[in-house]
């Protein structure tokens, strides 16, 4: 346990939550929530196209907001950061993708050893090397890959859906230049809802549901194991912990628990696996909107994450009706709030990237998890760090600072001879 970073700790969270709260981190930690609820269509689509059944779609999703959302309101508040919580969207595809080939029991048993592996990764203190091992600008590259998408979506409805998409983006700027003291997202949202209102977007079709975790019991086989545990093992160290640890760091926080969040997310994933669920790690794209500037004062930003916890675990019994008003409401509104409320943190991941060292690897780790390209059946934000670093030690074996470790060493040996 000597590995794992401490808080500041529960005991005056709740008095400190209730200090620190203010509408600039209510509104980030409400969009960030929208967002992961969002999120959830994405679960439902990759199973769909795999064939798996409607009813265990709906318990995967309730399970990843409900376990997700409990642990999403303690580790932000244990460290007083904007860490919120959420599960592996890559182990999400290769989860839906396994199921049909070894069975959903032999799949969630691969899911236990996963975690198995990372809680091990993290009490062990292996993060710090990995996050050596992956520089800053590599894995800011990465992450402004997968980000620049967020950033596309919310401009493509210029095209299709010009007026309400103008309107939503202008309130967001028109605001933030004038009314100091309202959250521009908010401005944003409520221009989108009274756009709909006066359009008269159809709601009747949204019905009412409630939905709860089940509990089930893994098996464990090889092939499961090979074909899905040990890549989910792989993105879950390699990639899910170093991209939100590089976020948060993105956003001026020095001291960022990367052993804390590896082994919470791992013991998250074993208990996930009891309940049809996949992972627990950090949220990379809910970490960026609750880090932001446009969550307010740097000291208060935690706040955001919890209340993004908050939303996830009030909204997961419910997700049924969640799904049929998310579908209900034109494409458009999600999609530009979230690109908005991204956009600061996609400007900051590209200046790290293009900071001066291993830029050729962060060029590469941005092109490869922007290409959405898969590789053995993982996707493109794993091979972005690995690509992306392997071509920074062919090209730009300098910047990772080896053989100047080795001088140093070498200088200091000889003075303490000489002396």
Not at 150 to 160: H, I, K, T
Not at 267 to 277: D, K, P, R, V, Y
Not at 306 to 329: C, D, E, K, N, R
Not at 386 to 411: I, N, Y
Request: with cysteine; aromatic share 10%; hydrophobic share 55%.
């Amino acid at each position: 346990m000597t590995h794992i970073e401490k808080g500041v700790g529960l005991r005056t969270a709740p008095r400190d939550f209730l200090r620190d709260l203010n509408i600039d981190n209510l509104s980030a930690g409400l969009v960030a929530g929208i967002f992961g609820l969002s999120a959830g269509i994405i679960h439902i689509s990759a199973g769909t196209a795999a064939g798996l059944d409607s009813h265990f779609l709906l318990i995967w999703v309730v399970s990843y907001l409900l376990i997700n959302g409990l642990f999403g309101l303690v580790v932000p508040a244990y460290y007083r950061l904007p860490l919120p919580m959420a599960n592996s969207i890559p182990g999400a595809l290769l989860f839906a993708a396994v199921i049909p080939v070894v069975g959903l029991e032999a799949a969630l048993g691969a899911t236990l050893i996963a975690g198995a592996i990372s809680l091990v990764a993290g009490l062990a203190g292996v993060m710090g090397i990995v996050m050596k091992l992956i520089p800053m600008p590599i894995v800011m590259g990465m992450v402004a890959g997968i980000l620049l998408k967020f950033g596309l979506n919310m401009v493509a409805p210029l095209e299709s859906a010009m007026l309400p998409a103008a309107i939503m983006i202008l309130a967001f700027f028109i605001s933030a230049r004038l009314l100091r003291r309202v959250p521009p997202l908010i401005v944003a949202m409520l221009a989108g809802i009274a756009y709909m209102a006066y359009s008269g977007v159809d709601f009747s079709g949204v019905a009412f549901s409630v939905t709860f975790p089940e509990f089930i019991v893994p098996e464990f086989t090889l092939q499961a194991f090979l074909a899905y545990g040990l890549p989910l093992a792989l993105i879950l160290v390699g990639m899910e912990t170093p991209a939100g640890v590089g976020l948060v760091k993105g956003m001026g926080y020095k001291a960022v628990p990367a052993n804390a969040i590896t082994t919470v997310g791992g013991i998250g994933t074993m208990i996930s696996a009891f309940f049809n669920l996949h992972s627990t790690c950090i949220a990379a794209p809910a970490t960026g909107i609750c880090a932001s500037p446009e969550a307010g004062d740097h000291d208060k930003r935690w706040v955001a994450a919890v209340i993004t916890g908050a939303v996830f675990m009030l909204g997961a019994p419910f997700y049924g009706f969640m799904v049929s008003l998310i579908q209900a409401m034109p494409g458009y509104f999600i999609a530009i709030i979230a690109g908005l409320a991204l956009v600061r943190v996609i400007t900051s991941a590209m200046q790290v990237t293009f900071s001066g060292k291993h830029e050729m690897g962060g060029i590469f780790a941005f092109l490869i998890a922007t290409s959405g390209l898969q590789i053995l059946g993982i996707g493109a934000s794993f091979w972005a760090l690995v690509l992306g670093v392997f071509v920074s030690l062919l090209f730009e074996t300098r910047d990772f600072g080896f053989g100047t470790a080795r001088l140093v060493t070498g200088k200091v040996s000889l003075s303490k001879k000489a002396g």
